[in-house]
């Protein structure tokens, strides 16, 4: 007789789930039952917001641009006063005799006009012009601007209940109703942490209200670079200064005066940096969950891990302590989607660090393996990067991924397992998740799949490479397995894996006078290649499948300096199930080289 599982204390989501957002319209808007009027009325997350109260079209990309600037003795005090690891004092000084001969009670300015005022007292000075970078001007920016009355916030608002989707809306009622089990409530209490985002604020509404519609408690954690780094100097008279200049390092576009447009929010972030976070400590105490949203893994990690004596992230703050102390005990349900998923990884694997992906394609990875990942960076596809040390380590079983079969990442999830001597990779699909039960009294896990699509279970541990960093990947030896819903794996105590597809599904038997099966563009960005050649493997019967990158039809990297192949070969314990909809494997022997032409 099965022993009844334990509660479930992980949820690795591969990110692109599909969503019914008010942003995308208020009526037929994508993946809803009913438009926006009906969900408003008839959706309890949403009581008391008025129709008017909420944003029915995308937000403005640039909302900035809407303030003015005066320049009084009131705003240089306050330019005067920010702390010199936001302005240097030097800059500072210059930024005052530029702006002190323009002293106006009155007369306001745009912001590109005082950026000309700025840029020709500097060069006059014999400084470059763009000797202020984004995050300082968000700074200069913040201290002079003209107050106004706040307009009413519209929010982006996101349904769970009257979402179409059943994938998404079961990966959501599945997480709520693990943190209900844990807490022992009802209406368990989630905190939401968007600190993956460029600007987290903007990602706060949606995943708040997404987590009430689907039965939760959702509060706001401001958690992000912005916060920590105010706390790490002991002040929260400055935090909202820091929040904007986070908000505006390693971004593709201006994020300015986040904290006027989001103030209960920013209120928030000044309540938590007090006191040396002792409200935030107090709200992490009391969750029954904590869910990640998605954007750079790299820069939830600078909102939770702190700079050791030697400059690297490896250094737990204290409310990752406080984390890592609750989950271990079965109190606290930890999730995530993209980056929320990658975030979960790290500690230790058999006494070596699990390191977390960074940026990054395929192509990449095989080509000219990873950089050291040394903070927030944006993704670029020729770049592939690992944090070395991990995420928040509540998933130490192996390396994960996401997006991991729409974007062709088997390549350099291979590379990071192997070259970082893990004995595991996991790579999670969109609209998937990997459903992580508490390890029983024998210290076995048990782990589930739940969604559209499946989790790509990578085993390294008989895989040979000869391989340097840096140089182009060939290894032989792994073994892949792909599960759906329905599909189980198990952990034990010693880290041996063993996995069950579900004998629901069809098995597939191998042909004998099936040929090999062929593809092209197998790493492309966006093309499910890879997937697709296994499956073509499996429902041909196929002892053997070949995948190249020629005649890649990728945008994002050249792919034939080297061509690289992957090969698909079945042996005595390859198995295939599915039908013409789906397919599962185990067993599949994968090899990696790059091609002599």
């Known amino acids: 007789m099965n022993q009844p599982l334990t509660p479930i204390t992980s949820m690795l989501i591969g990110g692109g789930m599909r969503n019914c957002t008010s942003s995308k319209g208020a009526v037929q808007p994508p993946h809803g039952l009913a438009d926006w009027h009906d969900i408003l009325a008839k959706d309890p997350a949403f009581q008391g917001i008025p129709f008017d109260g ?30 010199d690891d936001l302005l240097a004092r030097p800059l500072r000084q210059l930024l005052g005799q530029a702006l002190r001969p323009h002293v106006s009670p009155t007369a306001s300015l745009h912001a590109d006009a005082l950026r000309a005022l700025v840029h020709t007292h500097l060069r006059q000075a014999g400084q470059h012009a763009d000797v202020l970078n984004a995050a300082q001007w968000a700074v200069v920016l913040h201290c002079l601007v003209q107050p106004v009355e706040a307009p009413l916030r519209k929010r982006e608002l996101r349904t769970v209940q009257y979402l179409s989707d059943p994938h998404s809306k079961g990966i959501y009622t599945r997480l709520v109703q693990a943190a209900r089990v844990l807490g022992n409530t009802q209406e368990p209490r989630i905190g939401v942490v968007t600190a993956a985002s460029d600007n987290p604020f903007e990602e706060a509404d949606i995943n708040v209200f997404a987590l009430r519609s689907a039965g939760a408690n959702a509060i706001y954690l401001p958690l992000n670079g912005g916060l920590l780094r105010a706390m790490a100097h002991a002040t929260a008279d400055h935090a909202e200064l820091y929040y904007e200049a986070y908000a505006n390092t390693g971004t593709d576009q201006p994020h300015w005066h986040s904290c006027l447009r989001f103030p209960d929010y920013a209120q928030q972030l000044c309540a938590m940096a007090a006191n040396q ?62 980056a929320g998923n990658h975030i979960q990884g790290g500690g ?22 990873f950089e050291p ?8 596809p020729a770049r592939a990067r690992v944090y070395g040390h991990g995420g928040l380590a509540t998933f130490a079983f192996g390396v994960l991924d ?16 192997l070259e ?29 799949v739940q969604g559209e699509y499946g989790v790509w279970v990578l ?19 792994f073994i892949a397995h792909h599960l759906h819903e329905g599909d189980t794996l ?5 880290g041996d894996l063993q996995v069950q597809l579900s004998p629901q599904r069809p098995e597939l038997q191998r042909h004998p006078d099936a040929q090999t099966v062929a593809m092209h563009q197998v790493q492309d960005y966006d093309s499910h290649q890879f997937a697709k050649l296994a499956a073509h493997m499996g429902r041909t019967g196929a002892q053997s499948a070949h995948g190249d990158t020629r005649h890649s039809a990728d945008g994002r990297t050249q792919q034939d300096k080297p061509i690289f192949a992957i090969t698909l070969t079945r042996d005595t314990q390859t198995c295939f199930r599915g039908d013409d909809t789906q397919l599962a494997y185990s067993g599949l022997r994968i090899a990696f080289f790059p091609l002599e032409v």
């Not at 002792?278 to 990640?292: K, P, T």
Request: aromatic share 8%; net charge negative.
């Open 402 to 417: 996401s997006h991991f079969s729409q974007r062709c990442r088997e390549g350099r999830l291979a590379r990071a397992t």
């Open 277 to 338: 976070g002792e409200e935030l400590h107090r709200v992490l105490a009391s969750l029954d969950g904590i869910y990640f949203s998605g954007g750079d893994q790299a820069r939830i990690l600078e909102a939770w891990v702190q700079p050791d004596s030697e400059g690297e992230l490896r250094q737990a703050s204290p409310w990752l302590t406080l984390l890592r102390e609750r989950f271990a005990q079965g109190r606290l349900l930890v999730a995530g989607t993209s």
């Open 373 to 380: 990942g040394l903070g927030a960076a944006l993704e670029t």
């Open 490 to 494: 198990t952990m034990d105590a010693r």
């Open 54 to 83: 909420a944003m029915f079209c995308p937000p403005d990309p640039e909302p900035g641009r809407a303030y003015r600037y005066t320049i009084t003795a009131h705003t240089l005090t306050r330019l005067a006063s920010v702390p």
């Open 459 to 477: 085993d390294a541990r008989q895989a040979q490479s000869a391989t340097d960093k840096g140089t182009c990947f060939r290894a032989h030896g």
């Open 420 to 448: 970082y001597g893990m004995d595991y990779g996991f790579g999670i699909d969109e609209n998937t998740a990997l459903v992580v039960h508490q390890a029983d009294a024998n210290g076995t896990t048990h782990m589930a």
């Open 348 to 369: 230790l694997w058999h006494g070596r660090p699990v390191p977390m992906l960074g940026g990054g394609d395929s192509y990449a990875a095989l080509q000219r393996g």
